[in-house]
């Protein structure tokens, strides 16, 4: 299969919008302390691992990646909360793929006033569902995988 040169670009330049995002809200940049970042890898039988890491910074915790599944979501959040004892203020959305944002409204429930970083791409993806991941995920999971409408409430 080929990718038109210019989408290859665009994705680079959107993850590298991301990793500047994700510097310029947090203050992590501190020469004396490094960087701790915790993990959750999803624990589902039937379907592919999903990971979401957080770091606290002065301003509150950094959350990327909101999981796949309701339950996981879940999980990954009492997972945060045994690890660090302060307020998701911002979540990161890497791209568009239903593993990394279906979790979302999980997130957004426990953490209301945390602000949700991503490209354009996935916001259109959270939107319009315009190559039908969002619904294919839903009747697959059933329950286990949010509405189409709560994802688009919680972005």
Known sequence: MKIDISKKIIYFLSIFAITITIITVSTIVVASEPLKVW??????????????????????????DAQRLLPEAERALEHLRRTIDAPVTAMVITHAHTDH???????KTAFPHARIFTDETTLQSIRTDGRGFIAARKERHGDRFANHDDLKAAK
């Open 39 to 64: 993990s959750y890898a999803s624990q589902v039988n039937d379907v592919d691992a999903v990971n979401s890491h957080w770091f606290e910074t002065s301003e509150g915790v950094v959350a990327i």
């Open 101 to 107: 944002y279906g979790g979302l409204p999980v997130w």
